[in-house]
Every structure is written in structure tokens, then in C-alpha cells.
């Protein structure tokens, strides 16, 4: 299994609408760095989902059920979607400043390149962010 972080504007989706949704297509990437992520996602893999802009903060866990596919949002075949269900919303959220300021994740791609929509996270730095969200 691969762990993955896929930020949003919560005013264009947010973890509510998600979950409202019971599952929905990941659209809207163009950037190429984050098609590649998306089209390495298998079924299962989780995804920490972050809410950008404001709120800066991971919000829940999410689940990919359908690897990649052309993007219906748009005629240009370079692009592709995910499809992605709620797993479960985060005890509490772990803002962009917490994951900072801990020392176990100054590696973390969030930290390093913070404008990526579409990023791995390892195994460890999962079990990091939900040590992180329970306290």
C-alpha cells in the first residue's frame, strides 16, 4: 500500500463534500508532477486530504478505489482522474504548522513543497500525522 496527500480548497471541495458524495473523481490537476503520483495510486492506497488556503490543515483520511482514468473534466488526454472515497475524518485536524514545527517530518513533501496538489507521504509519516491528530 502507498500513502498519498491530495490538497483542496475547501470552498471548491471540502472533506464534507466528500463525504456527502460517498465517493467522487479527483479532477482539475494540471501539473505533471502530480498526474505522475496520480496515475502511481493504486486501489487501496490511503490519502491524507488536506484542506488548503485558509484552514492549511489535514482533515481526513480518504481511500483511492479507482485508479487513474482520463479526466471527463476536460478533452485533453494528458490529464486523467482517481476516483476516491471517505475512510474516515481525522480525530482532530493537523494544521500545516504542526506538521512543521515536528521534527520527524521536516522531509515530508507538504513541508518542502507546499504548493504540490498531489504527493506521497511514507508510511511513517502517515502514522506520524494520525499520532499527531489523536492528540
Known amino acids: 500500500m502507498n500513502y498519498w496527500l491530495m490538497k483542496t480548497e475547501p470552498n471548491t471541495f471540502s472533506w464534507d463534500d466528500l463525504v456527502n458524495k460517498g465517493r467522487d473523481h479527483w479532477d482539475g490537476v494540471r501539473n505533471y508532477a502530480a498526474r505522475k503520483h496520480m496515475m502511481e495510486m493504486k486501489a487501496d492506497d490511503l490519502a491524507l486530504f488536506y484542506h488548503s488556503v485558509n484552514e492549511k490543515s489535514i482533515v481526513g483520511i480518504a481511500k483511492i478505489v479507482k485508479e487513474h482514468y482520463p479526466d ?12 476516491l472515497a ?7 485536524p493537523v494544521t500545516l504548522d504542526v506538521v512543521k514545527a515536528d521534527s520527524r517530518l521536516t522531509n515530508m513533501v507538504l513541508v518542502n513543497n507546499s504548493r ?20
Open 72 to 83: 471527463p473534466t476536460t478533452d485533453d488526454d494528458r490529464w486523467v482522474v482517481v476516483d
Open 116 to 135: 504540490l496538489s498531489v504527493q506521497p507521504v511514507t508510511e511513517q509519516e502517515f502514522k506520524i500525522i494520525l499520532e499527531l491528530s489523536a492528540q
Open 86 to 92: 471517505p475512510e474516515r475524518k481525522l480525530t482532530n
